[in-house]
């Protein structure tokens, strides 16, 4: 069981002066649906990058989605593997 940080907003700071990558076709999806906003989207990429996980996992383990969300996710990530 990984364990979750405390639920705050200095769980990891932000380091990088770079402007955002664009989103990919999963946080996309999150967004158009309406599940995250963008600054959710952009929050949980710096934790990911802490955590070393898949963007879908973190989410999860951040309880900002639930068990159908994340298994949604995941089938599109394979899709979308499997695409190129």
Known sequence: ???LPPANDSIVPNVSDE???PL???EQSLL???ILTQ???YRAREIQQAWLGPLPMVLWQLGWIDT???ESLLD????LATEN
């Open 76 to 79: 599109l990530n394979e899709a």
């Open 32 to 34: 158009r649906r309406g």
């Open 1 to 3: 069981m990984i364990a």
């Open 19 to 21: 402007p955002p990558r």
């Open 24 to 26: 990919s076709r999963i």
């Open 68 to 70: 159908p969300i994340l």
């Open 39 to 41: 600054e959710q989207i």
